[in-house]
């Protein structure tokens, strides 16, 4: 049977010609081809803050302040398609089961509240009062309100998501799992204890003012595109762009804003990348560590390369660090990071010459066993030059989702900060639950122990995003009920236990028109801006209700309290009074939000002011992590395609990597190919083994050979996140190792 789609050459420069033509057929695709107004409206004073990545705002927008990943976002919030009551009419859940992630994606906007029937299998209307009643009385039968999670995804706003605390803790709980749980929780770990704050510490005008940037584990040209615009400006003025990745990325390579109009006319492109390191799966630590070895060599060789003055004022623990790093060898610094002493020399002596270094980071090195030893041996590298505090310097994780800081910042946490809770109290004159809750992973566990019997998901889509999927889909279906805020349909809805409600609410785009008028709500960026978002397009059905005001009817059905919710969502100024009240950091909130462009929170770092438990920022010393692999494995990392937001799959191409009309591809390398038989077009299984001895299997993946590393391996999620086994995660942070599973490949 003919394979369907194609594989090509990957791309040798990202943005372009591409990008324009892409962003117009997904726009075009979903009947958005005319209106222009809303993608003007994107990322603007007036206007929505986009519902992608969290990427931040320039201080002074372009007028197309967007972009191709950006459109998609917009475009599939904003599609004409529509899942109504018709649709579910015609479709059994069982149909909808059978279907794919990217099929369920194309069906469009829900647009009122569906329950599930399971006599006749369907999804079927029932009014918000009844639905809000429904939760409410099945919270109220619970034993203990520990048997209820309240999962988060990064869409929810700053007002919802300190609503969604308030609620669930006034119920009794601290289960607060939320999608960074599975991306930077490993960052959050890291660099809270190492410098005193979870949050990155530059502000996007330190890309303006550094001498180099490194890019490590990410790839932005996919997953934060808009970051491009400022690797351009920066690399055509001299900024050294240095990354490190296992796969060669077109984005890292080259690129094409597709706003300058010549040079996309002309495809001309900038390098990017001024030295591109392709270290193996799980290689940075020991890349990290060499770059500090050599620096300590150049140290003896000439002096001046340590910022000694700061590393006495301000650190702790550097002996430890500096004897750690002379006494690795460089033979097992080379053979664990699949780096030559040759280049990670290299790009040490850059490091050095550089006199303010930023250094970026996403997924790569989040999501694997030895994470947050990897983040805190990359700090280890920005406190022995001083590059924290300083314009145009330190350390840069970069979020994927529009608020997923902002939840944290709200209080969507399972273990919330003493004084955080204290003042919860005291503004709502209760007493909030202080025993720690579930993250994901512990959340998946309690549910697979029926340990929790109730789980309700503001957006996201829990049961495709979450590791190890057969365990968790089979874990799901024992919940008494599932809870659904959404504003499309996914595979999440499709997991059903005994009930299951799917409550659809407004879009960033949309207006929202509430009791006291229009509102806006806020969010918070990667660099800890917050700024003010405002819908203006007509909500996609009149049924629609804001997630402030679905969690305030739920909470109104469920608690017996003094909270006048109705109140507070008829007017978000109130909720955001609130805010104000419980964290000192948005005193003055709602005059503050009128700035244009919003307001910086701060960062104590970025101050030199040092919230560890030493008062001082911490080197901390990391071991070389441990080969997991077997002779017969390789290192898997699971990825996005270019048409794909988390688990949202806009589109079958991954354009950058020159595949067309699939997603069923594996990317490995040549000589493993070799090794094993395979050829370009073979079709294999991927499976992993977890520490419970089972087996995980993913099938019918087609062979890609690609620039990668020997021993590695790459597949998109979430179709790999079957693999990853539910006691697979970072020490400490509990980050589910999607970026490193060792797999066996095996011929269909
Ligand atoms: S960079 Fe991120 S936030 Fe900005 S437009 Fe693109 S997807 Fe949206």
Request: glycine share 8%; net charge neutral; hydrophobic share 40%.
């Amino acid at each position: 049977m003919a394979k369907k789609g194609s594989v090509s050459s990957p791309a040798r420069a990202a943005g372009g010609m591409g990008a324009l033509l892409s962003s117009f057929q997904h726009a075009r695709a979903h009947g958005l081809a005319a209106d222009w107004h809303t993608f003007l409206k994107a990322n603007q004073g007036d206007g929505f803050d986009c519902p992608g990545c969290a990427w931040p705002e320039p201080k002074k927008p372009s007028s197309f302040e967007f972009c191709e990943n950006g459109v998609k976002a917009i475009t599939h919030e904003a599609t004409t398609r529509r899942a109504d009551r018709a649709f579910f009419a015609a479709h059994s859940v069982s149909d909808l089961r059978a279907r794919d992630h990217y099929w369920l994606e194309q069906q469009g906007r829900l647009t009122e509240p569906m329950r599930y029937n399971n006599r006749t299998d369907h999804y079927e209307p029932i009014g918000w009062d009844e639905a809000f009643q429904k939760i409410g009385k099945i919270l109220r039968t619970l034993d203990s309100p520990d048997e209820a999670v309240f999962y988060t995804s990064g869409r929810t706003s700053n007002e919802a998501a300190f609503l969604y605390q308030l609620f669930g803790r006034m119920y009794g709980t601290n289960n607060f799992p939320d999608c960074s749980n599975m991306c930077h929780e490993s960052s959050g770990v890291a660099l809270g204890e190492s410098i005193g704050i979870g949050k990155g510490t530059v502000t996007i005008e330190d890309f303006e003012k550094a001498d180099a940037v490194f890019v490590f584990g990410q790839n932005p040209g996919t997953n934060h595109p808009r970051m491009l615009t400022e690797l351009q400006k920066a690399a055509k003025r001299g900024c050294r762009i240095v990354s490190f990745n296992p796969l060669k990325e077109a984005a890292l390579l080259r690129f094409t804003h597709p706003q300058h109009a010549v040079a996309t006319a002309l495809g001309s492109s900038t390098r990017i990348s001024s030295h591109y390191y392709q270290p193996i799966i799980g290689g940075d630590l020991a890349a990290i560590k060499g770059m500090i070895k050599r620096l300590l060599e150049l140290e003896e060789e000439r002096g001046g390369v340590l910022d000694q003055a700061f590393i006495d004022q301000h650190t702790q623990g550097w002996l430890a660090v500096r004897d750690d790093a002379r006494a690795a060898k460089w033979d097992d610094l080379v053979a664990n990071s699949g780096l030559s002493k040759q280049q990670i020399c290299e790009a040490a002596d850059i490091y050095a010459g550089a006199e303010r270094v930023i250094v970026c980071w996403a997924m790569g090195l989040t999501q694997q066993k030895q994470a947050v030893g990897t983040l805190q041996t990359l700090v280890n590298l920005l406190l022995m030059r001083g590059n924290i505090g300083r314009p145009g310097a330190g350390a840069c994780p970069v979020r994927g989702h529009s608020n997923v800081q902002g939840d944290r910042t709200m209080g969507i946490i399972e273990k919330p900060k003493p004084a955080f809770l204290k003042a919860l109290g005291q503004t709502f004159d209760f007493k909030p639950p202080e025993h720690e809750g579930h993250n994901t992973v512990e959340a998946i566990k309690a549910i697979d122990k029926g340990r929790a019997l109730f789980l309700m998901s503001m957006g996201g889509n829990f049961a495709a995003a979450t590791p190890d999927t057969a365990f968790t889909e089979a874990a799901l279906a024992k919940l008494e009920m599932t809870v659904h805020v959404s504003t499309k349909l996914n595979r999440g809805h499709l997991v059903i236990g005994n009930e299951s409600l799917i409550l659809p609410c407004l879009g960033r785009t949309e207006r929202d028109q509430q009791a006291g008028g229009l509102q806006q709500v806020t969010v918070e960026d990667s660099m800890s801006m917050v700024h003010a978002s405002r819908g203006h397009r007509e909500p996609a059905s009149p049924q629609l209700r804001s997630e402030p005001a679905i969690i305030a009817g739920i909470a109104a059905a469920t608690l017996k309290s003094d909270v006048d919710w109705a109140a507070l969502v008829a007017d978000y100024d109130r909720i955001r009074d609130k805010i104000a009240a419980v964290i000192p950091a948005f005193a003055d909130f709602n005059q503050r939000i009128k700035q244009p462009g919003g307001f910086y929170l701060g960062n104590s770092a970025r101050d030199r002011a040092w919230t560890t438990g030493a008062g001082k920022a911490l080197f901390k010393v990391h071991p070389l992590p441990a080969n997991e692999c077997d002779a017969n494995q390789l290192r898997l990392m699971t990825m996005r395609s270019h048409d794909q937001f988390n688990t949202t799959i806009y589109g079958l191409d991954d354009r950058y990597r020159g595949i067309r009309g699939k997603r069923m591809v594996v990317f490995l390398n040549r000589e493993d190919m070799a090794e094993r038989s395979l050829k370009a077009g073979t079709e294999v299984d991927l499976i992993s083994q977890g520490r419970d001895g089972k087996k995980r299997r993913a099938q019918g993946f087609e062979v890609v050979p690609y620039d990668i590393p020997r021993g590695c391996a790459a597949a998109y999620f979430p179709e790999t996140n079957v693999l990853v086994p539910i006691d697979s995660y970072a020490a400490r942070s509990y980050t589910p190792t999607s970026k490193f599973i060792p797999v066996w490949v095996e011929r269909r």
